[in-house]
């Protein structure tokens, strides 16, 4: 029993920790460039639309995961022509198009494919499925399968690639000189003014990476990890990335391993339901959802003040003359 209880939680951890991972990895290249994105969900969820549209009318998951990265990086454009050419208010922006998303999908969903707000099913011959065929359920009595196969290798092709993209994200902040640059606009954007380099160019830069990681996430959500787009679907996991992003201190290993504790409760969440517990009987299943978001306060809440953000976080650059 317990191989199996182990093999299924290890499975249902690595599923639900890729959009938080990638939607944490994209906050850290925009923020770490002095801009602040609070619209990482509002990116998500246009990906997530443009994916599932994409691929129930095309049959394809490759043109969905291209409309899901193109989309999220035309809203990370907007975002910066707002904050970045016109010094917008970063917060207002992001929010703004977290609204507008919520709103947009919905409508759209509704006159295209009249289902209210979803899009057609996706059938399983175009959705991601497993990169290593084979490995199905946990097997009682064989460690093996269940931890191993099942719990480590039975995933899609976009699982192995967010963990993949954590490590690159990490390389190219820490040991490359347009990451150097990325990293010295979000703590002194004058500096790296005086030294030739534009700083505008630099946001748009980390803006468009940060698209092209939203849009993997969105396209997850919909491609591989459910079968069609359903209005505010996301369900704050834009928000839950950004927490992480503040507990890992703007760095991609330490925010790694909130996204797994994260990923951690919910996968422990969902074990949860209709587990009758003695003396209290079955545990509500709003409890039990909610218990991400709660990790969330009670984190932010205790290390918020511990977390010191990029210098030039949020505070438009205005060159001297």
């Not at 009318?57 to 490759?62: D, R, V, W």
């Not at 931890?147 to 039975?154: A, D």
């Not at 380099?197 to 919909?222: I, K």
Request: glycine share 12%; net charge neutral.
């Amino acid at each position: 029993m317990d191989e199996l209880l182990i093999g299924s939680l290890l499975a249902s951890l690595l599923r639900v920790s890729v959009p938080l991972l990638l939607c944490a990895m994209a906050g850290v290249l925009s923020e770490r460039a002095g801009v602040v994105d609070l619209g990482l969900e509002g990116k998500m969820l246009f990906a997530a639309f443009a994916a599932a549209a994409t691929a129930s009318l095309t049959q394809s998951a490759g043109l969905g995961l291209l409309a899901a990265m193109g989309v999220a990086c035309f809203v990370s454009l907007v975002h910066g022509f707002a904050t970045v050419t016109h010094r917008g208010d970063q917060i207002v922006s992001g929010v703004a198009l977290n609204m507008i998303a919520a709103g947009l999908t919905v409508v759209l969903g509704i006159a295209w494919f009249q289902q209210g707000g979803q899009t057609p099913a996706i059938g399983p011959e175009v959705r991601l499925g497993a990169l290593i065929p084979g490995f199905g359920e946990p097997r009682a009595g064989d460690w093996l399968a269940s931890v191993l196969g099942h719990g480590l290798l039975s995933h899609n092709a976009l699982v192995y690639l967010a963990f993949v993209l954590v490590a690159l994200v990490w390389f190219f902040l820490e040991h490359t000189r347009p990451g150097l640059r990325l990293r010295a606009v979000g703590e002194n954007p004058a500096m790296v003014d005086a030294a030739g380099v534009s700083v505008p160019g630099l946001r748009y830069q980390a803006l468009m990476m940060n698209g092209v990681l939203c849009g993997l996430a969105g396209a997850y959500l919909t491609l591989a990890q459910n079968a069609s787009f359903s209005p505010n679907m996301t369900a704050g996991r834009g928000y839950i990335a950004l927490a992480a992003m503040i507990f890992g201190k703007w760095r991609p290993l330490p925010t790694l391993g909130a996204c797994l504790l994260f990923g951690f409760l919910d996968a422990v969440a969902i074990r949860l339901q209709g587990v009758q517990v003695p003396g209290i009987g079955e545990v509500p299943v709003q409890l039990i959802q909610s218990l991400p978001y709660l990790l969330t306060v009670v984190l932010l809440a205790g290390f918020i003040g511990q977390a010191v953000a990029p210098k030039a976080l949020a505070k438009p650059y205005l060159k001297e003359r």
